[in-house]
């Protein structure tokens, strides 16, 4: 993968072309990696953390970097990812056993998934406001609890690869200038720290790397759409990532992607742009997630808190009258909903010989059931509550709501 062998595909000293992009990632590894006795790639599915992990592999294949004495891929399964990352993830997994790559599928615990947690416990959609419980809960803490499980099983140190780049987010590039010179960092090495944020106890054994720092987003289509698909470089299927976000260069913030009908997105883009995509119009039915979400935030499905205390005062301060979790009306409609759409995409999905959609098993639809049937409220809650569409005048202060006079 030199210059000499591979032309730039864009001209103009503006932009960083795919050779000097690939240069500057092997000159980050080659500085950090050596020192590390192995390393663990944390791979969302997305557009740069698979071209990170594809990358990586392509280079250690080459004789381009030095391979550690063990690389760990964690493949973070949301289990609401959209159907054409989901098959693509799948396909390079069986890529990388092939390789004899050892890739771990990191999952956040039945009773804390997406949907389980939701419906089985009750806990309202999140939103960006004031309750952003979901990244943390399904990919965050999964991710944290197998790489320090991981870290048990090896001695030395350990590098932490992830596809962190500038440009992906205004928040996450401020981070990144005020964190510039950490932990001895020089510029064009990536952005190198010495602990992995989140991780307990492992100090001093494990750093974390982004050698994709200074890709821009037209070098992680390049790759992913020309170059890693290619018998020279891997032959990747990481075709299909890149038309899951449109490959539109000119701008970035469109590209992105998150679960299926997320609640903290304002439009459905990536949705929309697969729906567009010929061989991927059976997945139509998906787009009433998101209303599905917002509905179950209003008041008529929620309990809410009757701003009395337990002695039957009027409490006083901050959210006393607080709206709280799904009834259980509410619960089991939006499982009836959730599962008969994805039942009409599988149906659709089979008709056609295409992939169909995974974001809700049998497994957790009855696990829903059980919580639903045990009467589980989160904490703080006991279901006695009013819903948040009661008027406060007809509620009593014991908590009891008045009946309606006919």
């Given at each position: 993968?030199?210059?000499?062998?591979?032309?730039?595909?864009?001209?103009?000293?503006?932009?960083?072309?795919?050779?000097?992009?690939?240069?500057?990632t092997i000159a980050s590894l080659t500085a950090y990696g050596p020192a590390h006795d192995h390393w663990c790639i944390?791979?969302?599915?997305?557009?740069?953390?698979?071209?990170?992990?594809?990358?990586?592999?392509?280079?250690?294949?080459?004789?381009?970097?030095?391979?550690?004495?063990?690389l760990t891929v964690f493949y973070a399964d949301t289990r609401q990812e959209l159907p054409p990352l989901q098959a693509?993830?799948?396909?390079?997994?069986?890529?990388?056993?092939?390789?004899?790559?050892?890739?771990?599928?990191?999952?956040?615990?039945?009773?804390?998934?997406?949907?389980?947690?939701?419906?089985?416990?009750?806990?309202?959609?999140?939103?960006?406001?004031?309750?952003?419980?979901?990244?943390?809960?399904?990919?965050?803490?999964?991710?944290?609890?197998?790489?320090?499980?991981?870290?048990?099983?090896?001695?030395?140190?350990?590098?932490?690869?992830?596809?962190?780049?500038?440009?992906?987010?205004?928040?996450?590039?401020?981070?990144?200038?005020?964190?510039?010179?950490?932990?001895?960092?020089?510029?064009?090495?990536?952005?190198?720290?010495?602990?992995?944020?989140?991780?307990?106890?492992?100090?001093?054994?494990?750093?974390?790397?982004?050698?994709?720092?200074?890709?821009?987003?037209?070098?992680?289509?390049?790759?992913?759409?020309?170059?890693?698909?290619?018998?020279?470089?891997?032959?990747?299927?990481?075709?299909?990532?890149?038309?899951?976000?449109?490959?539109?260069?000119?701008?970035?913030?469109?590209?992105?992607?998150?679960?299926?009908?997320?609640?903290?997105?304002?439009?459905?883009?990536?949705?929309?742009?697969?729906?567009?995509?010929?061989?991927?119009?059976?997945?139509?039915?998906?787009?009433?997630?998101?209303?599905?979400?917002?509905?179950?935030?209003?008041?008529?499905?929620?309990?809410?808190?009757?701003?009395?205390?337990?002695?039957?005062?009027?409490?006083?301060?901050?959210?006393?009258?607080?709206?709280?979790?799904?009834?259980?009306?509410?619960?089991?409609?939006?499982?009836?909903?959730?599962?008969?759409?994805?039942?009409?995409?599988?149906?659709?999905?089979?008709?056609?010989?295409?992939?169909?959609?995974?974001?809700?098993?049998?497994?957790?639809?009855?696990?829903?059931?059980?919580?639903?049937?045990?009467?589980?409220?989160?904490?703080?809650?006991?279901?006695?509550?009013?819903?948040?569409?009661?008027?406060?005048?007809?509620?009593?202060?014991?908590?009891?709501?008045?009946?309606?006079?006919?």
């Open positions: 993968m030199t210059s000499r062998a591979q032309p730039s595909l864009f001209d103009g000293s503006k932009r960083l072309v795919y050779d000097e992009a690939v240069e500057l944390a791979w969302s599915g997305g557009k740069d953390s698979s071209a990170l992990l594809t990358l990586v592999v392509h280079l250690i294949d080459a004789g381009r970097i030095s391979a550690p004495r063990s693509s993830a799948k396909a390079i997994m069986a890529q990388l056993a092939a390789r004899g790559i050892r890739c771990e599928v990191v999952m956040a615990p039945m009773d804390k998934r997406f949907l389980v947690y939701m419906l089985g416990r009750g806990v309202p959609p999140p939103n960006n406001n004031t309750f952003r419980w979901c990244t943390r809960q399904i990919k965050v803490d999964p991710m944290a609890a197998a790489v320090e499980a991981r870290l048990d099983e090896l001695d030395g140190k350990i590098l932490m690869l992830t596809g962190v780049r500038q440009g992906e987010s205004a928040v996450r590039d401020q981070r990144i200038v005020m964190s510039c010179g950490k932990d001895g960092a020089e510029c064009g090495q990536g952005w190198f720290q010495e602990v992995l944020p989140n991780a307990k106890g492992v100090r001093g054994r494990i750093a974390t790397l982004a050698p994709l720092l200074h890709w821009r987003v037209c070098n992680v289509w390049d790759w992913l759409r020309i170059y890693a698909p290619m018998t020279a470089y891997g032959g990747w299927a990481t075709a299909a990532i890149a038309d899951a976000y449109g490959g539109d260069e000119a701008a970035e913030i469109a590209a992105r992607t998150g679960c299926i009908g997320c609640p903290l997105a304002s439009q459905e883009l990536a949705l929309e742009t697969i729906l567009r995509s010929p061989g991927w119009e059976h997945l139509a039915p998906l787009r009433g997630l998101k209303p599905l979400y917002r509905e179950l935030r209003e008041p008529r499905h929620r309990l809410k808190k009757t701003g009395f205390g337990e002695a039957g005062e009027l409490a006083t301060g901050k959210n006393k009258q607080r709206m709280g979790p799904l009834t259980f009306e509410a619960r089991r409609m939006a499982l009836a909903r959730i599962e008969a759409i994805q039942a009409m995409c599988n149906d659709a999905a089979d008709r056609r010989g295409r992939p169909g959609v995974d974001i809700l098993s049998i497994e957790e639809a009855t696990r829903i059931r059980v919580l639903i049937s045990a009467g589980t409220w989160p904490n703080g809650w006991d279901g006695d509550e009013p819903t948040a569409d009661t008027p406060l005048d007809s509620v009593f202060r014991d908590g009891s709501v008045q009946p309606l006079m006919l």
